[in-house]
């Protein structure tokens, strides 16, 4: 009979041990640490799961022009995403084609100056940081444009018509490059842009390839 006794007294003992270890498992909050094989695990690290914010600083490209603009995937780890922001731009263009005003035909010059807004959808691709870019978009501007359309021959005698004022142009714009995507810290793009514009809503008329720098960090 003792012996009936002890052994149930060891069985209750074994029962109470592993109920106490199975609690401690469950009560793990989601900053515990579990050693498994001499190395240290999370139980509840998500890092993998978080989306690249990147700020940048803007040399032509899409903002035809110095500006700032902010870039991120619409998911974690997604190859598509999005960027935006504002830039200052200043030039002057004209139509007038290879051989200047002297070819005959009117041509129209137009000197402009204010502020833009990017807009682009891209994809980037690679297993690394270093990766492959390709961007559309449009880039909406608000500018002062000073327009004068010429008869065809020297403007100095055959100046016709002349416009000032500020309105809204618009031009599109695709994006080919290279990007450095780092999960965090510096951040780069380098490439070219062709921007398509008609002089009627735009500041340029035609397929235009300008190259593209954007310098910036990495958030997550």
């Known amino acids: 009979m003792r012996r009936v006794l002890i052994f149930i007294m060891i069985l209750l003992t074994v029962d109470s041990l592993a109920a106490m270890e199975n609690n401690g498992l469950q009560g793990l909050s989601s ?38 603009g902010y870039d991120q995937r619409f998911r974690p780890n997604s190859v598509f995403g999005f960027r935006t922001g504002v830039s200052f731009t200043s030039g002057s263009w004209d139509d007038s084609g290879w051989f200047g005003s002297w070819d005959g035909g009117s041509y129209t010059n137009v000197d402009f100056k204010g502020v833009t807004f990017p807009l682009e959808l891209n994809a980037i691709m690679g297993g690394r940081a270093s990766k492959f870019e390709l961007g559309i978009g449009a880039t909406p501007c608000i500018l002062h444009r000073h327009e004068t359309t010429y008869g065809g021959c020297h403007p ?24 450095l995507q780092r999960r965090s810290g510096f951040f780069l793009r380098a490439g070219f842009t062709f921007l398509i514009g008609d002089l009627k809503c735009s500041p340029m008329d035609g397929l235009i390839l300008i190259p593209n720098l954007a310098l910036g960090y990495t958030i997550r």
């Open 31 to 68: 900053s515990d640490t579990i050693i498994v094989s001499n190395k240290s695990v999370n139980v509840n690290d998500k890092s993998e799961d978080l989306i690249s914010r990147n700020l940048f600083v803007e040399f032509g490209g899409p903002s035809f022009g110095v500006g700032v």
């Open 156 to 179: 100095a005698h055959s100046g016709i018509d002349v416009k000032d004022g500020v309105r809204l142009n618009i031009f599109g714009a695709i994006n080919i490059g290279y990007r």
